[in-house]
């Protein structure tokens, strides 16, 4: 089992700042990678930002300059500063990790609750 909690999300302006951050725990081996997606009602959760334990990254074009993400590898922790805000942005976020839990060499996927983002004047 893994649980992931995560904290950072608020009500932010257009041109804001926030930090999301999203920490692993219980029994695993290791984890893969780290995700972050988002979604907002009624539509397609689609993926943010990914992170490899060797700390690689991928980008959603939208979020490409602005996004930024990072790990802390001894807390099994991921990080999304997330700079110059849009109205587009607002989703909830939600953090993502593909953890080892057996000798197999296969992943599984753990999900956090989620974590409320919204850009507004």
């Known amino acids: 089992q893994v649980q992931l909690v995560e904290s950072g999300g608020g009500l932010v302006q257009p041109g804001g700042s926030l930090r999301l951050s999203c920490a692993a725990s219980?029994?695993?081996?290791?984890?893969?990678?780290m995700y972050w997606y988002r979604q907002a009602p009624g539509e397609q959760r689609e993926m943010v930002a990914s992170?490899?334990?060797?700390?690689?990254?991928n980008y959603v074009d939208a979020v490409k300059g602005r996004f930024t993400v990072s790990r802390d590898n001894a807390k099994n922790t991921v990080f999304l500063q997330m700079n110059s805000l849009k109205p587009e942005d607002t989703a909830v976020y939600y953090c993502?990790?593909?953890?080892?839990?057996?000798?197999?060499?296969?992943?599984?996927?753990?999900w956090g609750q989620g974590t409320q983002v919204t850009v507004s004047s």
């Open positions: 993502k990790a593909a953890a080892y839990v057996d000798l197999s060499l296969r992943s599984i996927d753990y």
């Open positions: 219980g029994r695993f081996l290791g984890i893969k990678a």
């Open positions: 992170i490899t334990s060797d700390s690689r990254t």
